[in-house]
């Protein structure tokens, strides 16, 4: 069986990690979103593990203030701390959180994918539409064209994958505004 954190255990590991209310509360929008997701893809017959999409999302940021003060990337250095604290399940599921690496369109519907395009759906702590998201982004991160032409790429990205999770589901992606 996978070990999988419970809500309470995670909610301890983002307070020893230091995480400030910010970022909790960035992490419980993302949740809110992926829970809901997979629920609905589980509903409709897509095999994904909701408890490992909860404590991934919950856990996705847990290196952010690691990183912001010591330098890194915070989605290796969280995959790493949950490899060490015993959740290896967890790991990918963080490391992909920023990008996904290789994925298909046509591959099933993965735990990372939900993870990764939930936080995508949240600026801060404001549920807000992918087009929302990635304006933000490039007018934050976008100080080089080289900068603004990988945030286009990640966009187009997005939208495909978008696509792919919400054609198993009932409801279009506008809804999630509405969480």
Same mark, same amino acid.
């Given at each position: 069986? %996978?070990?999988?954190?419970?809500?309470?255990?995670?909610?301890?590991?983002?307070?020893?990690?230091?995480?400030?209310?910010? @970022? @909790?509360?960035?992490?419980?929008?993302?949740?809110?979103?992926?829970?809901? @997701?997979?629920?609905?893809? =589980?509903?409709?017959?897509?095999?994904?593990?909701?408890?490992? %999409?909860?404590?991934?999302?919950?856990?996705?940021?847990?290196?952010?203030?690691?990183?912001?003060?010591?330098?890194?990337?915070?989605?290796?250095?969280?995959?790493?701390?949950?490899?060490?604290?015993? /959740? +290896?399940?967890?790991?990918?599921? %963080?490391?992909?959180?920023?990008?996904?690496?290789?994925?298909? *369109?046509? =591959?099933?519907?993965? *735990?990372?994918?939900?993870? $990764? /395009?939930?936080?995508?759906?949240? &600026?801060?702590?404001? @549920?807000?539409?992918?087009?929302?998201?990635?304006?933000?982004?490039?007018?934050? /991160?976008?100080?080089?064209?080289?900068?603004?032409? &990988?945030?286009?790429?990640?966009?187009? *990205?997005?939208?495909?994958?978008?696509?792919?999770?919400?054609?198993?589901? +009932?409801?279009?992606?506008?809804?999630? $505004?509405?969480?």
């Amino acid at each position: 069986m %996978v070990k999988v954190p419970t809500r309470e255990e995670c909610f301890e590991m983002m307070e020893s990690a230091g995480m400030p209310p910010h @970022i @909790i509360e960035h992490s419980a929008q993302v949740t809110k979103i992926a829970v809901f @997701i997979s629920e609905a893809l =589980a509903s409709s017959g897509v095999p994904v593990s909701t408890r490992l %999409v909860e404590a991934g999302a919950l856990l996705h940021d847990i290196s952010k203030m690691e990183s912001i003060d010591n330098g890194g990337n915070h989605a290796a250095l969280g995959a790493a701390l949950l490899r060490e604290r015993g /959740y +290896p399940a967890l790991s990918p599921l %963080v490391e992909r959180h920023v990008d996904l690496g290789e994925w298909s *369109e046509s =591959a099933p519907v993965d *735990e990372a994918e939900i993870i $990764n /395009y939930a936080d995508k759906r949240v &600026r801060h702590d404001e @549920i807000v539409s992918l087009g929302e998201r990635f304006d933000d982004l490039v007018s934050r /991160y976008g100080k080089t064209e080289r900068a603004r032409a &990988r945030m286009e790429r990640l966009r187009e *990205e997005m939208f495909r994958l978008e696509k792919k999770l919400f054609r198993h589901l +009932p409801f279009s992606p506008d809804h999630i $505004n509405t969480l």
